[in-house]
């Protein structure tokens, strides 16, 4: 989903990481496309169940992954078969919701057809990563700690070392991924689609093209704030001139230890309950959300939310470490769990399968009330000159971060698309996106992603998290955040749960699809160039 939320959970834990409640009853007039498809629901149901709880285990506990495993205890459940009798249904859908509802349960099953094709693949990638330990000058450090490791290394020598220590695990984790590729190509075609970029655009939302044009346009609109800003925070902050910035620099760059001061650690949970409750939303009586903040030794560090059972059973894992980012990653993922845990739905696909974009927009509204001016005011106990400043600089790691997915998103485009190597075609729309020097060891990186183009409903999120921000400020004031009546609006949106899908929310809000301008007004706002080189009291 994110360097700073998962996560391949995030939004979403792919489609592994979703779950849903007790079936429900049949819904008179669908006696046909429902009740054909009953035992499929029925094993999905229980399947999902058990994913989540996999998932759950492995995040908390540190429990091997055994993706491999879970799908052979249901070895008719994604089957060409099981496939043939949804597309059937699909066809014979007898009204919009009922064809939409089949259309998700089709997109579910035909994707984890393709990615049970995978499962040892992908499991022996997860395994290799955990078990994986790096030479860091004169020790051994575990792997999937690295990343931490680079973020709080103060020096760009250090940050180097350990960046470079990551390749011999990246080097393994490549080969494994590049055969993952094939397999995918060689089932997708086996369905039916020419190429895989087709037969994500069928188990996925879709609308790529759309998407595409607009993301290349927000990395248009936002560039000449993008230069200005990166060349005045790598002097401030770095040390160093824009031409020396290198990978492992911009993992230390989005970690804002500077203000860490201001997020203690005993104050975590304390204020994210406080800010539900200002909107009327009791996090302590709502038994169906249980939140994970202990610290054992093998817990995941990143924060993830498991719908295990939607909306009945919600799981939110997190392990402090004092600062800003415990406060992101908490608030990031109580917003998802908040819209899993208010869905009312009475059809399985409307609980728990459609795309990310809505959850990931709810997910992200929350979050980004650590970088709101009127919540910030109220909350943090900053000085003016302060508050400036850390809303200036945080706005940048958004920004970054969100032309960071937008490269993602195109490189994906391109490898799906066919004909290009990974590496070139990760260097040339991320080094366009980002803008800063990448060389081989970056290449590296091109296929550490899963690789489904989830970076879609990312992008989309945070198009339609800052679209939904506007109407609530427009709609409640600026304080929308304290008003009981702004959480009622927020739970009325939750309700529909996937039957509420990008486009649907875009036009609750006044467009016809998830668009780049109230995104790129907010950060426009908040990276105020003026303020971007001072300390962090507001000194040169």
Same mark, same amino acid.
């Given at each position: 989903m994110n360097q700073r939320h998962r996560s391949v959970v995030g939004m979403v834990f792919a489609v592994l990481a979703l779950a849903l409640a007790a079936p429900a009853s049949p819904e008179p007039g669908h006696a046909g496309g429902r009740d054909e498809l009953r035992d499929i629901r029925t094993q999905a149901e229980a399947m999902l169940a058990d994913a989540n709880l996999d998932a759950w285990n492995?995040?908390?506990?540190?429990?091997?992954?055994?993706?491999?495993?879970?799908?052979?205890?249901?070895?008719?459940?994604?089957?060409?078969?099981?496939?043939? %009798?949804?597309?059937?249904?699909?066809?014979?859908?007898?009204?919009?919701?009922?064809?939409?509802?089949?259309?998700?349960?089709?997109?579910? #099953?035909?994707?984890?057809? #393709?990615?049970?094709?995978?499962?040892?693949?992908?499991?022996?990638?997860?395994?290799? /990563?955990?078990?994986?330990?790096?030479?860091?000058?004169?020790?051994?450090?575990?792997? +999937?700690?690295?990343?931490?490791?680079?973020?709080?290394?103060?020096?760009?020598?250090?940050? @180097?070392?350990?960046?470079?220590?990551?390749?011999?695990? @990246?080097?393994?984790?490549?080969? *494994?991924? %590049?055969?993952?590729?094939?397999?995918?190509?060689?089932?997708? !075609?086996?369905?039916?689609?020419?190429?895989? *970029?087709? +037969?994500?655009?069928?188990?996925?939302?879709?609308?790529? /093209?759309?998407?595409?044009?607009?993301?290349?346009? +927000?990395?248009?609109?936002? /560039?000449?704030?993008?230069?200005? !800003?990166?060349?005045?925070?790598?002097? !401030?902050?770095?040390?160093?001139?824009? /031409?020396? &910035?290198?990978?492992?620099?911009? #993992?230390? &760059?989005?970690?804002?230890?500077?203000?860490?001061?201001? +997020?203690?650690?005993?104050?975590?949970?304390?204020? !994210? %309950?406080?800010?539900?409750?200002?909107?009327?939303?009791?996090?302590?009586?709502?038994?169906?959300i249980l939140v994970d903040a202990e610290t054992r030794e093998l817990k995941n560090p990143r924060a993830a939310c498991f719908r295990v059972r939607v909306p009945n059973d919600i799981r939110v894992s997190v392990k402090p470490q004092g600062g800003l980012a415990d406060y992101e990653n908490l608030f990031h993922e109580l917003g998802d769990a908040e819209g899993a845990a208010c869905t009312r739905q009475d059809r399985l696909e409307f609980r728990c399968l459609g795309d990310g974009a809505v959850p990931g927009c709810m997910a992200f509204l929350n979050e980004y009330l650590l970088e709101d001016p009127a919540w910030v005011g109220e909350r943090l106990g900053m000085s003016a000159p302060t508050a400036r400043l850390y809303l200036a600089r945080a706005g940048f790691v958004r920004l970054m971060l969100i032309r960071r997915f937008a490269g993602k998103f195109l490189y994906q485009l391109a490898l799906h698309r066919g004909g290009e190597e990974p590496g070139p075609a990760y260097l040339r729309e991320m080094g366009s996106a980002l803008r800063y020097p990448m060389d081989d060891h970056d290449a590296l990186h091109a296929l550490a992603d899963d690789g489904s183009l989830e970076e879609a409903d990312y992008l989309q999120a945070w198009f339609l998290s800052a679209m939904l921000q506007a109407k609530l400020r427009a709609r409640f004031g600026a304080d929308y955040f304290m008003k009981p009546a702004a959480g009622a609006y927020l739970k009325e949106l939750w309700a529909p749960g996937a039957e509420l899908d990008a486009p649907g929310l875009a036009r609750k809000l006044g467009e016809t699809r998830p668009t780049r301008t109230a995104l790129v007004a907010e950060l426009r706002r908040l990276v105020r160039l003026d303020e971007l080189g001072r300390g962090p009291e507001g000194t040169r």
């Open positions: 492995s995040w908390t506990r540190g429990d091997e992954a055994n993706a491999a495993d879970l799908y052979h205890r249901y070895p008719g459940l994604f089957s060409r078969a099981s496939i043939d %009798r949804v597309r059937g249904a699909l066809s014979r859908a007898a009204n919009p919701r009922e064809r939409k509802a089949v259309l998700y349960l089709r997109r579910y #099953v035909e994707g984890e057809y #393709v990615r049970q094709k995978t499962a040892d693949l992908r499991d022996s990638i997860a395994n290799l /990563e955990i078990a994986a330990t790096v030479a860091v000058d004169t020790v051994r450090v575990p792997f +999937f700690q690295s990343g931490a490791l680079i973020a709080n290394s103060e020096g760009h020598a250090r940050r @180097m070392r350990v960046f470079l220590a990551q390749d011999s695990v @990246m080097i393994q984790a490549d080969s *494994l991924r %590049r055969q993952v590729l094939k397999i995918t190509a060689r089932e997708a !075609a086996a369905l039916g689609y020419p190429t895989r *970029l087709d +037969f994500y655009r069928a188990t996925s939302g879709g609308g790529y /093209e759309e998407l595409e044009q607009e993301v290349r346009g +927000f990395l248009k609109d936002t /560039e000449t704030l993008y230069d200005s !800003a990166l060349t005045a925070e790598c002097g !401030a902050r770095l040390g160093i001139r824009r /031409e020396e &910035l290198r990978r492992p620099d911009v #993992v230390r &760059l989005n970690r804002l230890v500077e203000f860490d001061a201001y +997020f203690p650690q005993q104050q975590l949970l304390p204020l !994210a %309950r406080k800010s539900l409750a200002d909107l009327g939303i009791d996090l302590d009586r709502q038994r169906n």
